[in-house]
């Protein structure tokens, strides 16, 4: 990228890895990964390179680390019980949301099946300012001085009250108390459609429901260019 040109978007393709681990011969444990990889070799690609190629070691040492004990005791505990043996499965996975405008946005998101009905899915959002090389934060999207934590609270609350009357989800009944409690600026990411913000799996639903996931249009307060500055 020549010295003053923008990078307007970003080119990638998907690092993949994959792991193994096994007691006594058998296999217990199997981790997937794929990452985003840019394709081009300036200073801001190669940032965020290095940004997924960490969060993919990480990622890896964290099934080793936590799931792997988890899967040897379980196999133990089938062996002496005489019940099937234990597969426990990781995977990491990514989705680009968002493409443009010098913005990057896309989330992350993992996924541990530990057993019959045990699934616990994690997911992370990140939006790159491409300009800077470095993530944007939520209050960048709206004007300076907005008070946009209430507007997502008010707009999430409108959303799930409009579920519940059309029977299209089941919510924690003190979903109210745990919207405020629960919510986290940093759990965001742009999409075509407006800004999605989300909720941890069980933070205000049940497992059914997966990750709450909410959108506030553009021209509803959220600006796809930071600070507000949108595009004309």
Same mark, same amino acid.
């Given at each position: 990228m020549a010295v003053g040109e923008r990078l307007e978007s970003l080119r990638t393709e998907p690092f993949a890895a994959e792991r193994e681990w096994t007691v006594e011969g058998v296999a217990v444990l199997s981790a997937s990964v794929r990452v985003p990889e840019p394709e081009a070799a300036n200073r801001i690609s190669r940032r965020i390179r290095r940004f997924y190629q960490l969060q993919c070691r990480a990622f890896l040492r964290y099934c080793e680390r936590c799931l792997l004990p988890q899967a040897a005791a379980e196999y133990q505990a089938a062996l002496a019980a005489s !019940? $099937?043996?234990?597969?426990? !499965?990781?995977?990491?996975?990514? &989705?680009?949301? @968002?493409?443009?405008?010098?913005?990057?946005?896309? @989330?992350?998101q993992s996924r541990e099946d530990t057993g019959p009905g045990k699934t616990l899915l994690i997911r992370r959002g990140d939006t790159w300012d491409l300009a800077a090389g470095y993530p944007a934060a939520l209050k960048d999207f709206f004007p300076a001085g907005a008070a946009?934590?209430?507007?997502?609270? #008010? &707009?999430? #609350?409108e959303e799930i009250q409009r579920r519940e009357r059309a029977g299209a989800g089941r919510w924690r009944e003190k979903w109210p108390r745990e919207l405020r409690r629960q919510f986290n600026p940093q759990n965001f990411y742009?999409? /075509? /459609?407006?800004? #999605?913000?989300? @909720? $941890?799996? @069980? =933070?205000? =639903? $049940?497992?059914? /429901?997966?990750?709450p996931v909410f959108v506030l249009p553009y021209d509803a307060g959220a600006a796809p260019r930071r600070g507000g500055d949108q595009e004309g």
């Open positions: !019940r $099937p043996l234990p597969a426990f !499965r990781a995977e990491l996975d990514y &989705r680009v949301t @968002y493409n443009q405008g010098g913005l990057w946005s896309l @989330y992350t946009w934590k209430k507007q997502l609270l #008010a &707009r999430a #609350a742009l999409t /075509e /459609e407006g800004l #999605a913000w989300f @909720y $941890p799996m @069980y =933070a205000i =639903a $049940p497992a059914s /429901e997966g990750i």
